[in-house]
């Protein structure tokens, strides 16, 4: 049985003297998580389509995405059948290639609006290609090319609101059920890493969970303790998060992603 699969079955039973009618919101708290570990290779060595950090992106018909006219950096890919037997709740789609990119704005001047960063999602593989560096790349926050392995992990900060016939929404995470010593033994501190990771939950990065709105799960963090990405730490320890709805990522929908960041 995997970590989370026991933590939950364990936890449960805690979890319903506080909450019996609200049993289905548990695995909204205990959240399955997917570590990378990443070690630094030749970029060739890998293969077209393979699940990757950094190097150079697998491109189908869509070109290099622009930040205001600038080529964005291409921050990792990942090919969602390799993902699949670390994806225990089954919330990403079961093949293709998702990528991500973030342009300059984005990363020096926070700037989370759609045009500075991308996430792109290949159904089939068949079309792609490695792309080649634009000319007006600039190579000051490129990542090398790193093959990534999977651990799945789970994360016990997640919060979920239900709501009162007063209006008042109760959040059953942040209440009395976490201060419970046996809650506490059971659920521990989760399985923490300081590279990036899928799914999860964002407050592992000292990302405030609030950042994640109703419904919402991590879908790609980037944390500032990262020795992989140049980037994200330029003197103000930041951190980055990608975030989507779960019933989005699910039906393979990534339009309404969208990016946030923490400095500390």
Known sequence: ?????????????IFKRYHPEHGAALPLILKPVINLEAQEVPDASLPVGGSKL???PDLGTQPWPEDAGDPMLFVAQFNLTELRPFDEDALFPLSGLLSFFLGRRAIENGRME???WAVRYEPALEALRRASPPPETDGEWATPAHAVAFCA???PWGDVGIGQA???????????????????????????????????????TMLESAAEEEGETA???????SGVFPFVDQGNRLSFAFLIP???????DFRRVRLTYHMS
């Open 1 to 13: 049985m995997s970590r989370l699969r026991q933590v939950r079955e364990q936890a449960g039973p």
């Open 219 to 225: 879908l790609l963090t980037l944390p500032h303790t």
């Open 153 to 155: 992990g789970m994360h």
């Open 54 to 56: 950094g190097g150079l």
């Open 166 to 204: 007063d209006g008042i929404r109760l959040s059953l995470h942040y209440e009395q059920v976490i201060f419970d010593p046996e809650w506490q033994a059971v659920t521990g501190e989760g399985d923490l890493t300081g590279e990036a990771y899928l799914l999860g939950d964002t407050v592992a």
């Open 246 to 252: 779960r019933a989005d990522l699910t039906g393979a």
């Open 114 to 116: 759609p045009e500075h």
